[in-house]
Nanobody, 123 residues
């Protein structure tokens, strides 16, 4: 089973930038959909962004224009470039992946999850 390992989290001031990376232990070529979720303390998990194998992307309304997802199949890595960060972006960010694009109740499903990386934005 492919493992997903996130990195790049940390503490940043409001308006700052971070780039999260998700390295897969194997080829991500077989993952037709990958993405990022986040969860803040006491809040529900939120899907931040997804990218399919053909490069199509989808973003949560709360991050549109500030966050960009990309994938580098040669490096088996998915990235999340986050700019103009706000305190409400503070959360643990999880990398996710699935071999097939399966939609349940309007949402894609993911069977591979990373351990998460903490992002903290100070005001």
């Amino acid at each position: 089973q492919v493992q997903l390992v996130e990195s790049g989290g940390g503490l940043v001031q409001t308006g700052g930038s971070l780039r999260l990376s998700c390295a897969a232990s194997g080829s991500i070529f077989n993952f037709n959909i990958m993405g990022w979720y986040r969860q803040a303390p006491g809040q529900q998990r939120e899907r931040v962004a997804v990218i399919t194998s053909d490069g199509s992307t989808n973003y949560a309304d709360s991050v549109k224009g500030r966050i960009t997802i990309s994938r580098d199949d040669a490096k088996n890595t998915v990235y999340l470039q986050m700019n103009s960060l706000k305190p409400e972006d503070t959360a643990v960010y999880y990398c996710v992946a699935n071999r097939v694009i399966q939609i349940v109740a309007g949402n894609p499903t993911f069977d591979s999850w990373g351990q998460g990386t903490q992002v903290t934005v100070s005001s």
